[in-house]
Nanobody, 123 residues
């Protein structure tokens, strides 16, 4: 089970750090990712990190968000800077094994999901 924390409300330009803890062992070969879903929109991939530490980011967050993993603690964090109102969404942590590395931000590549944490950015 994946459990997210760290969501909240901030003003535009602010920052937040999300954390995802795996309550059970996560295979070290798996990819961990963050997705988000705004009301009325599809869930979209935000950032992913694979077992080799390689990262992928959605174009809309590149340069503002950083994903990192702590294997010893079985956690994956998402540091978000320069938040914009369009970043407002429910953020979900996911674990899985994408068939192709370039599919790391595709929703159906992930088998395990957290319950989500809300991020709200006001202008």
């Amino acid at each position: 089970q994946l459990v997210e924390s760290g969501g909240g409300s901030v003003q535009s330009g602010g920052s937040l750090r999300l954390s995802c803890a795996a309550e059970e062992y996560i295979d070290s070969s798996w990819t961990l990712a963050w997705f988000r879903q705004a009301p009325g929109k599809e869930r979209e991939g935000v950032a992913a990190i694979d077992s080799a530490g390689r990262t992928d980011y959605a174009g809309s967050v590149k340069g503002r968000f950083t994903i990192s993993q702590n294997s010893a603690e079985n956690t994956v964090d998402l540091q978000m800077f320069g938040l914009k109102p369009e970043d407002t969404a429910m953020y979900y942590c996911a674990a899985g094994r994408p068939l192709v590395r370039t599919w790391s931000l595709i929703r159906d590549q992930y088998a395990y999901w957290g319950q989500g944490t809300q991020v709200t950015v006001s202008s």
